[in-house]
């Protein structure tokens, strides 16, 4: 029993084929939207790539641009057949190409599902990349004279000040590391000598952050210098008191700025999934609908559509069927081969008589 079997006349079966050429357009528009996005996200990541760790992450929108090239071309390849159709000599020249056509449609949607679910599942992967990138980044930030790596304090400053976030994970990650550059440190300072000595790596530590880190919004001017040393600021208590200073770490920020990006994306992505999938049953049954004229000279007799032609489980059969069908015809073609082979390889045996 055919799967989803709906019966056509004349009248109905124009109206498919209108219909699914205007829902073809209107996908070549969802396509053009899935291609924008995924340059917009591509853009987004480029414009911090110096804190990202490795180019993984524009799997994602390379993925969703190629995905609006291929609805583009696929959608405007199937509303010209949807246009022909209406026409059954115009339309004789599409038959051969139609199975094909919907087979790799099927392939498509599947990976548009696929790209879908990447949208969702890239967190993982975008928070490593993230967590490195900028670890490195503030390592580099004091190299403003090094060639390659001047750029790194502006990159950074303008990332904490554009996400309000400080540091890696919080503003305590600069106390790690030494931010400051030695072209502006006094050696002949015992405050700076003892500092240095005071680290088995011979760096320059301080309880302090860039002024990137300073929130604007706080009464109190900032404390970017000796944040834990109570001692040295009025009626301060580094433990109790709200620090002036961004609290959310710069990774949590960007990986908050991106994930909910993805997710909007791939919800978008799903959206237009459902979309062509309707297309594609569309198709599948003006094709059959077509296909079962039991009369091709009399456009006017009724006719019948499908989207299986047996009933799912009798196609899974017949599919598994013909997967065992190829795979014994190249067992066959293999042994074939194979003594062949063997044959070649013997050497007639030649009795000689003395």
């Known amino acids: 029993m055919a799967l989803l079997k709906v019966k056509f006349n004349q009248k109905k079966r124009v109206k498919l084929a209108q219909g699914l050429w205007l829902m073809n357009w209107f996908s070549v528009f969802a396509g053009i939207l899935v291609f924008s996005m995924g340059l917009f996200l591509k853009i987004e990541l480029r414009k911090r790539s110096e804190v990202m760790d490795n180019s993984e992450s524009h799997f994602v929108p390379n993925s969703l641009i190629l995905m609006g090239i291929l609805s583009c071309a696929f959608n405007g390849f199937a509303g010209k057949i949807c246009y022909d159709s209406l026409d059954p000599a115009k339309f004789a020249k599409w038959k051969p190409l139609l199975k094909p056509y919907l087979a790799l449609c099927f392939f498509f949607n599947i990976l548009i599902f696929f790209v879908a679910l990447i949208c969702f599942l890239m967190r993982g992967s975008l928070e490593s990349t993230l967590a490195q990138g900028l670890k490195n980044g503030m390592k580099f930030y004091r190299d403003t004279d090094t060639p390659g790596r001047c750029f790194m304090k502006k990159t950074i400053d303008m990332l904490q000040i554009e996400f309000k976030c400080c540091g890696n994970n919080g503003f305590k990650d600069w106390f790690e590391i030494q931010w400051i550059s030695n072209r502006y440190l006094d050696f002949s300072s015992k405050e700076v000598k003892d500092r240095i000595k005071s680290n088995v790596d011979g760096r320059y530590l301080v309880d302090g952050v860039p002024f990137s880190c300073c ?140």
């Not at 594609?280 to 007799?301: F, K, Q, W, Y």
């Not at 059969?317 to 081969?337: C, H, R, T, W, Y």
């Open 215 to 354: 929130n604007p919004s706080s009464p109190r001017p900032c404390i970017q210098y000796q944040v834990t040393n109570n001692s040295a600021h009025y009626s301060y208590d580094y433990q109790t008191e709200e620090l002036n200073l961004w609290r959310r770490g710069c990774r949590e920020a960007l990986l908050h700025y991106y994930s909910s990006m993805m997710s909007s994306m791939g919800a978008v992505v799903l959206l237009v999934w459902l979309f062509e999938m309707s297309v594609m049953v569309g198709l599948r049954l003006l094709h059959t609908s077509l296909e079962s004229i039991a009369n091709p000279e009399d456009p006017e007799c009724e006719s019948e559509g499908w989207i299986l032609e047996n009933s799912l489980k009798d196609t899974f059969k017949s599919a598994l069927e013909s997967l065992k069908k190829i795979g014994k015809f190249n067992q066959v073609e293999a042994d074939a081969e194979g003594a062949e082979g063997e044959e070649g390889g013997k050497t007639p045996a030649i009795a000689t008589v003395s």
